[in-house]
């Protein structure tokens, strides 16, 4: 089991090509603040990139947005509506809520997509690499999800570093205690950062957390289905989809791998 700074030093000088920019993603979660703050730290002239799938928590983006405004780590927000025309709402109108056949698609449209953008923007050449570090573990790669996961994973372009790979969960809440970082009172509450509530994973009874937490989130969620049921898409955002609204299963990306853990 490597350390970070030994994943750091490969994904910096041990590749055939050496990445031109670099990209610390931020949920909002624990996981995530632990691992940009870490990254933000050893890693020279990096971003934050918060993917807004249009479909989270408004308290979240404000915690990260105030968060690299404390910090004073530059910030890059890709919008999945607005800067991609990926509209979370329409999909539902159209093809139903999503359940877990079509997550990975979910992931596609809603953050794969902002991925694309917001790479494009830092390379020059189509050959260079651009790191994209989360706070991916090993113990939850290990998951249901079908995303393996590795230290350092590539998808064209990106550069996926899992720079905190073999640290267990104690070891990041102790790093958010001896750092005394304020964490995201969503995530303390929900247990996730709430920044994508696609539905693809939802259980029964986690509309009344998003209640909880974002009044306004759960009214919204309520009021498309509503007129999804309308057009004759019956399942609701807690439910998994009828067999007719069923495709076939197709391996999430590094960003969702957490979103169907069951601990």
Request: hydrophobic share 35%; glycine share 10%; proline share 6%.
């Amino acid at each position: 089991m490597r350390e970070p700074e030994d994943i750091l030093f490969e994904a910096l000088f041990e590749q055939k090509r050496e990445p031109i920019a670099a990209y610390a993603c931020f949920s909002g979660g624990d996981d995530s603040l632990v691992s940009v703050h870490w990254t933000m730290n050893n890693i020279p002239n990096c971003k934050v990139l918060h993917i807004n799938t249009g479909i989270g928590i408004e308290a979240t983006r404000r915690f990260v947005r105030d968060t690299c405004y404390r910090e004073k780590w530059p910030l890059i927000e890709i919008r999945a509506k607005e800067d991609c025309g990926q509209d979370y709402d329409e999909m539902v109108l159209k093809n139903g809520f999503p359940g877990p056949p079509m997550h990975a698609r979910m992931y596609q449209r809603l953050k794969e997509r902002p991925i694309r953008v917001a790479v494009k923007k830092a390379k020059k050449h189509r050959l260079d690499k651009v790191i994209l570090s989360t706070g991916l573990r090993h113990d939850e790669s290990m998951r249901r999800m079908g995303y393996g996961g590795r230290e350092i994973d590539f998808v064209g372009s990106q550069m996926w570093c899992n720079f905190l790979y073999w640290k267990p969960k104690s070891w990041f809440m102790e790093y958010i205690a001896k750092y005394k970082l304020p964490r995201n009172p969503v995530s303390e509450i929900l247990g996730m950062s709430g920044e994508c509530l696609c539905g693809a994973f939802a259980a029964k009874g986690e509309k009344g957390l998003i209640r909880i937490v974002c009044p306004d989130t759960a009214d919204r969620i309520e009021r498309l289905e509503v007129a999804a049921g309308l057009l004759g898409h019956t399942w609701g955002w807690e439910d998994r989809p009828t067999k007719k609204g069923r495709v076939p299963r197709i391996a999430p990306g590094p960003l969702c791998v957490g979103c169907g853990k069951s601990d």
